[in-house]
């Protein structure tokens, strides 16, 4: 019964994965039950070994940088209200660092200025530079380096 030993390691990386999420002990997982199906094909101990290593060696060569991209790859676009942050707005009614109105592709939002000291006037084009709650932060686009 080795496939049955198989199984119990591949249960045992899988476990280590759990703890670990380095994805390393996953594929290894995935390589032992590999052995375990060659061993239940009737494998020797030899084709065992060797599917395990050799399944093994390429998942942690091959596939693991891959998912690893993957996973630390930044979103390519921005969802939601977080797609707001650098688009143009124009001000529609005076914005100060506690009340205001700007227009941003369409919609109207209430706003506040990123300088605590600024007022922007009426007709002005503003840059959004983050969203706080309901409201976005806006700075005058004139002023931006």
Avoid: C, N
């Avoid at 380095?22 to 590999?34: I, R």
């Amino acid at each position: 019964m080795p496939w049955f030993l198989w199984l119990i390691l591949a249960a045992a990386l899988g476990a280590a994965e759990v703890f670990t999420l380095t994805f390393a002990f996953g594929l290894l997982a995935a390589a032992a039950l590999v052995a375990a199906v060659v061993a239940g094909l009737g494998g020797g101990l030899l084709a065992q070994v060797l599917a395990f290593a050799i399944s093994g060696a390429l998942g942690l060569l091959v596939i693991r940088p891959i998912a690893r991209r993957q996973i630390t790859a930044p979103p390519l676009s921005r969802e939601g209200s977080e797609a707001l942050i650098g688009r143009s707005a124009v001000v529609l009614q005076e914005v100060t660092a506690t009340q205001g109105l700007v227009k941003i592709a369409g919609d109207e939002w209430s706003a506040r200025s990123f300088d605590e000291t600024q007022v922007i006037p009426v007709g002005a084009t503003v840059e959004v530079l983050e969203i706080d709650g309901a409201r976005v932060v806006v700075y005058p686009r004139e002023l931006l380096p």
